[in-house]
């Protein structure tokens, strides 16, 4: 099933609530959360009170997408804002498999990134413990930067080996998602499509999600 997951990165913050339920009126079933803390990545962005204060206007799953430094100290306090699912960069993790297990403990959704450079490979040992599997199509950091088209040799990878494996965590793409990039990334393997400027950058983000679901839907028709 392909899912929606408008990212926040990309909307007004002064009309935040609004633009959140608009975007989950055109189809969006999961809200992205970027998280940034200006050393892992070169911004600074969202922290556990924006988290806290967002889980009021949704009930949609939070999707918090930890771009930061020092996890192990920062994930009970996003669990306990009230993310639904958090995921965290092979690149940022000393000890990834504690740090994965830290965050199951907290009763969330565990995800897994790795950002355009790193292979696929480097997940390996992992692969049984995630719930998703995040590819970054653009190099982390900032919002509306064009997609990386080997994301898609990636996507494919991520879904062959699931396959291979016999497992069934799910695969999630983020950057550069839009209406000229949604059918290769839905026909590569994407399952859950993160977009920010696609959504909420201009017009009104509920018909902007409906037509990103649209255009995806045709692409899985477009598979078989």
Known sequence: MIELAPSIL???????????????EGGGTIIHVDVMDGHFVPNITLGPQLVKSLRKVTQLPLDCHLMIEN??????DFAEAGAD???VHFEA??????????????GCQVGVVINPATPVDVLSEVFDIVDYVLVMSVN??????????NSLHKLSKVK?????????YRIEVDGG????????VVRAGAE???AGNAVFSHGDPKINAENLLKAALEATLLKV
Do not use: M
Request: aromatic share 8%.
């Open 10 to 24: 990309s909307a007004d913050f002064a009309r935040l609530g609004e633009q959140v339920n608009r975007a989950a």
């Open 85 to 87: 699912w958090i995921s």
């Open 177 to 184: 998602v839009a209406l000229d990039t949604v059918t290769k």
């Open 192 to 194: 859950i499509l993160v």
């Open 160 to 168: 062959d080996l699931r396959e291979r494996k016999n497992l069934n």
């Open 140 to 149: 982390p950091g900032f919002g509306a930067q064009p997609f990386i088209p």
């Open 71 to 76: 996890l192990d100290t920062y994930i009970p």
């Open 93 to 106: 993790c000393r000890h990834l498999d504690r740090t994965l297990n830290l965050i199951k403990h907290h």
